[in-house]
């Protein structure tokens, strides 16, 4: 991939292969950001994706439709630590299988401009709908057993800059949220957001490189975020027991959380020992956990560990029998124990590394994969790309994996009965 | 175009009864592999003898223990992580991998027939299996899209396998022995009754050189009938609770047990221009603010049962229903937007060839599989409005109302 530095805070990547059926074109808007404004760009993102593309510029998309085969337009809002992006992604079949599906560069900017920059008379009309739908997701999701206990854990993280709420806001947010604040947050992040652009499965020639240009210089003439600041969140769960009989759901769970001391970061240094740790404790079903707790003792039929570095932790999750969670609860002990110890298999570290190589190269080969390793390497300092991440994993020692658990510290503990 | 060169299909069938499908694609560096029992949780019956509900399931999670060895450790040592999961009509095994030397390749072969066609089933597993069944079970009791489902597939079809859970139940998973499971396997396990299928970076010679080594045993060809489910007729009343919010679950059985996929293709593209999410019908709903983006709908042709069904959240599910029910009794499709819905298909259809596990879900996709879906290039094409209108009249003729919903507040 080709990357061309168009000025400060600007970025175009260019892929020009035909490996693949689908060509794509995207532009991401990158901005740090702050649970203060969760509920508004969880807003944001829906009017931005439901009235762009659905109502005022729905005959734009037809005739879009009709000139190029598959062709489809993804809005899409993520988040990564501090930093948030939007992304307007259009997809659509790779010329080279389509004869009759021919396109002008100028037409794709063209369309996505009149989408980022749409600025639409009816939002007011639909806005108090856009609200009401966000809590009524919130509410569909806090029906799943496991949101609602990640939900719930939430408050107990002790968070300096305010982390520990969900990224969908919570129900106060959203309920204060009004559209002008929406819509001066959205003119905010034009004027302000780093902008990324790729451009894969095409090929670039002097008119479609002069068309970018002249799209950014019209409408992107300022200097854009510096994204330095570290990828890290000042959260860590606080020490909590919490017990709680269910009325509404027959499984019990177990969700323990421990904070993370030091130095993990998400592709950051020591990542490689921080993912071997995790598949060997509780990542797949060669775990130490998996194998101990549900093939050998048939105490759970779901139970896996994570690590969650946007909250700073490493966790464990299990579904279980009611009067089995002190049993669980040690098992969780003696696989800290296990790997302190160094009391295993050399086999079982040589297989875990074998498994995330694996992993890792096979997301190599996935679809937008390039395009999402670009934007982190972006977003994310020192951010390890998956080649070297590869080679740092070989080298991982126990030693490595003791130094792990020593970073980890006890958290919240929630035991939750079912009926 | 050069979609099919790319994209090179071929079938062969094996002397001991199993089928090979492949798909070659020579620029991945990836396979997904999957070994496909037509076996699933709708198969009751085996020489006259019952079959317990839930026995499928328990099978499929019984083949991952072995005598003497654990057979996740050998995929281990490979790095792969293998999986398997039962339908109503299909127990499948399925892993992805990457392409490496032809040894390697061989070797996740042969230890995922080694998975399949080499069981054992002990009292003491059988029974402690049945425990991580109950937990399961549990799991998906508080899952409420899959309690939706099977209800309303438990109110469509009362009597058949479909009202009982794949899962089966705690009482009818006590009723299945060890003996009664070897002679289950006996029956279905056999390679006249498998599907090898993958997709990746491998000719068809390649792959037979692979497979033929492991000397399959050729078992008597058991014949066995699908049994055809057919909805019960009986008048409905909707009845929800007065303005409060639901997550509804609502569809309609069809009567065509013998849809051809041209047809089941066609019902497909009508349903997209009817009621996808660029329809008039999904703007009029959201404008009014009935319903949202969560509205989805799937059609599904199984061998056994043909259903279109719905989900949303709602505060009006009467509304819901009824305008959805109108919408497919319209047949107002206007040729110029149907235009575009063929086009979009033909491209996501395209786009879908760019993923391995895209490719698979084909195969897996209920009673049509890969060799019906690489024939919708040319179908689609030449496919007009009267032919659609005229088949959407066929399959939404006669029709039976199911619906099930979950208060959220």
New interface residues.
């Given amino acids: 991939m080709q990357t061309i530095r168009i000025k400060k805070g600007v970025n175009f990547y260019l892929n020009e292969r035909d490996?693949?059926?689908?060509a794509i074109f995207q532009v991401d808007l990158v901005f740090p950001t702050n649970a203060q404004y969760f509920a508004d760009l969880n807003l944001l993102s829906?009017l931005l994706?439901?009235h762009s593309t659905?109502?005022k510029l729905?005959q734009q998309?037809?005739d879009f439709?009709?000139k190029?085969?598959?062709?489809?337009l993804d809005i899409d809002y993520d988040f990564f630590g501090t930093t948030a992006d939007f992304s307007f992604t259009l997809?659509?079949?790779h010329p080279?299988?389509?004869?009759d599906s021919q396109y002008r560069f100028s037409d794709l900017i063209n369309f996505l401009q009149e989408i980022i920059f749409d600025q639409n008379d009816r939002v007011q009309e639909f806005f108090e709908?856009e609200k009401?739908?966000c809590k009524?997701?919130l509410?569909?999701n806090l029906?799943?057993?496991q949101t609602l206990i990640f939900y719930q854990a939430l408050p107990h993280y002790i968070s300096s800059n305010q982390m520990n709420v969900p990224l969908s806001g919570t129900f106060t947010q959203l309920n204060s949220v009004k559209l002008d604040q929406v819509y001066d947050l959205w003119q905010h992040l034009l004027q302000t957001s780093c902008i990324n652009i790729y451009y894969d499965g095409f090929t670039l020639t002097s008119e479609n490189h002069r068309v970018i240009q002249n799209f950014l210089d019209r409408f992107f003439p300022r200097v854009g975020w510096d994204l330095s600041n570290p990828y890290y969140v000042e959260t860590k769960p606080s020490q909590a027991l919490i017990e709680e009989q269910r009325t509404t759901?027959?499984?019990s769970i177990l969700l323990q959380q421990y904070y993370l001391n030091g130095h993990a970061r998400y592709r950051g240094e020591h990542y490689g020992a921080w993912l071997l740790f995790n598949q060997i404790f509780g990542g797949?079903?060669?775990s130490f956990l998996f194998q101990e707790i549900?093939e050998k003792c048939?105490l759970?039929?779901?139970v896996y560990s994570s690590l969650s570095f946007g909250l700073n932790c490493f966790y464990v999750y299990a579904?279980?029998?009611e009067n089995q969670f002190e049993l669980v609860d040690q098992k969780i002990e003696d696989t800290f124990k296990k790997i302190k110890e160094n009391a295993y298999k050399t086999?079982i570290l040589k297989?875990a590394?074998?498994?995330?190589?694996?992993l890792l190269?096979?997301q190599?080969?996935?679809?937008l994969f390039d395009l999402e390793q670009q934007k982190m390497k972006f977003i994310v300092p020192n951010y390890i790309n998956n080649e070297d991440l590869i080679k740092e994993i070989q080298m991982v020692t126990p030693e490595d994996l003791i130094s792990c658990c020593e970073q980890i510290h006890p958290g919240i503990k929630m035991w939750y009965r079912?009926i | 175009?050069?979609?099919a060169s790319?994209n090179r299909f071929t079938i062969k069938k094996l002397k001991n009864g199993l089928t090979i499908k492949l798909i070659e694609k020579p620029?991945?560096?990836?396979f997904n592999v999957q070994l496909i029992v037509h076996f699933g949780s709708s198969n009751i019956k085996f020489r006259n003898n019952s079959i317990p509900a839930g026995t499928a399931h328990l099978m499929e999670h019984l083949l991952f223990h072995k005598k003497d060895y654990e057979i996740?450790?050998l995929f281990?040592?490979?790095?792969?992580?293998v999986?398997a999961y039962t339908t109503y009509n299909s127990t499948d095994f399925f892993y992805?991998?990457?392409k490496r030397d032809r040894n390697y390749f061989q070797r996740s072969l042969e230890f995922l027939f080694d998975l399949v066609c080499n069981p054992y089933f002990s009292s003491e597993i059988i029974f402690?299996?049945i425990?991580?069944?109950e937990?399961?079970m549990?799991?998906t009791?508080?899952?409420?899209e899959a309690q939706l489902y099977s209800k309303l597939l438990a109110q469509l079809y009362p009597g058949t396998p479909l009202e009982t859970d794949i899962l089966g139940t705690t009482q009818s998973l006590k009723q299945i022995s060890s003996k009664l499971l070897q002679e289950v396997y006996d029956s279905f396990y056999q390679p006249e009754n498998m599907v090898l299928y993958v997709c990746g970076p491998i000719t068809m010679e390649q792959l037979l050189d692979c497979v033929e080594k492991f000397n399959l045993i050729e078992s008597p060809k058991n014949k066995f009938d699908i049994d055809q489910y057919y909805f019960k007729k009986v008048p409905n009343i909707l009845n929800f609770p007065h303005h409060k919010?639901v997550?509804l679950f609502y569809g309609w059985s069809l009567p065509q047990q013998y849809l051809s996929y041209q047809e089941a293709l066609s019902f497909s593209l009508y349903l997209e221009n009817m009621l996808g999410?660029?329809s008039y019908f999904f703007?009029k709903m959201?404008n009014q603010?009935i319903i949202?983006?969560?509205f989805y709908y799937d059609f599904v042709v199984e061998k056994n049962f043909t259903l279109i069904y719905f989900s949303c959240?709602t505060e009006l599910p009467k509304e819901v229903i009824y305008n959805t029910e109108m919408t497919l009794l319209s047949h107002l499709v206007s040729t110029e937007?149907f235009?575009?819905t063929i086009?979009?298909f033909?491209?996501?259809?395209?786009?879908s060839?760019?993923?391995i596990n895209e490719i698979a879900a084909w195969e897996n996709d209920g009673k049509y599989n890969l060799e019906d879906a690489i024939s919708s290039l040319d179908f689609v094409k030449k496919l007009r409005v009267d032919q659609v209108k005229e088949t959407a009249t066929k399959v939404f003729s006669d029709y039976q109302l199911g619906y099930t919903w979950?208060l959220?507040?």
């Fill in positions: 490996k693949f059926n689908t829906g994706k439901k659905k109502f729905h998309i037809i439709l009709e190029h085969y598959g062709a489809n997809s659509f079949v080279r299988l389509l004869k709908n009401k739908y009524n997701i509410k569909d029906t799943d057993p759901f027959k499984e797949d079903s060669e549900r048939q759970s039929y779901e579904t279980l029998n086999d297989n590394k074998e498994a995330i190589k694996n190269l096979y190599n080969d996935g679809r079912g | 175009m050069n979609f790319e620029n991945f560096k990836v996740d450790s281990s040592q490979l790095g792969i992580n999986n992805t991998c990457l402690k299996e425990s991580i069944i937990s399961e549990k799991i009791d508080d899952d409420s919010l997550k999410k660029r703007h959201y603010g949202n983006d969560d959240l937007k235009a575009i086009k979009n033909i491209g996501k259809y395209i786009q060839f760019d993923s979950k959220i507040s």
